[in-house]
Nanobody, 129 residues
């Protein structure tokens, strides 16, 4: 199993930035795809960004709503995934979850919608106007 622990959430004003971190531990040898998801109050969970852990930036996929504002990256040595969030808006307010696909398959755009099998407990991001 893979354990995922998120950190970095908080309360900020619109237009500001936050950086989320996700530390992976446990049996990570077959973890090839990791990503970030979010769930706002009263809404369904949505994929934000996913990235193949061993690949270059071309194997990164973003939701249209965050493209150009959010950047997913990783520290491959530590298997830590980051989400740099710039130009935050109130509609970005949500619980943000780190997730991983431990099947060994690389990311695809479909992973924004389904296929992750390990989840963290989340970190809350609140953006005020």
């Amino acid at each position: 199993q893979v354990q995922l622990v998120e950190s970095g959430g908080g309360s900020v004003q619109a237009g500001r930035s936050l950086r989320l971190s996700c530390a992976a531990s446990g049996y990570t040898d077959t973890t090839a795809c990791m990503g970030w998801f979010r769930q706002a109050p009263g809404k369904e969970r949505e994929g934000v960004a996913v990235r193949t852990t061993y690949a270059r930036d071309t194997d990164t996929f973003y939701a249209d709503s965050v493209k150009g504002r959010f950047t997913i990256s990783q520290d491959s040595a530590k298997l830590t995934m980051y989400l740099q969030m710039n130009s935050l808006a109130p509609e970005d307010t949500a619980m943000y979850y780190c997730a991983a696909d431990t099947s060994g398959n690389p990311c695809s755009r479909g992973r924004l919608y389904d296929g992750m099998d390990s989840w963290g407990k989340g970190t809350l991001v609140t953006v005020s106007s």
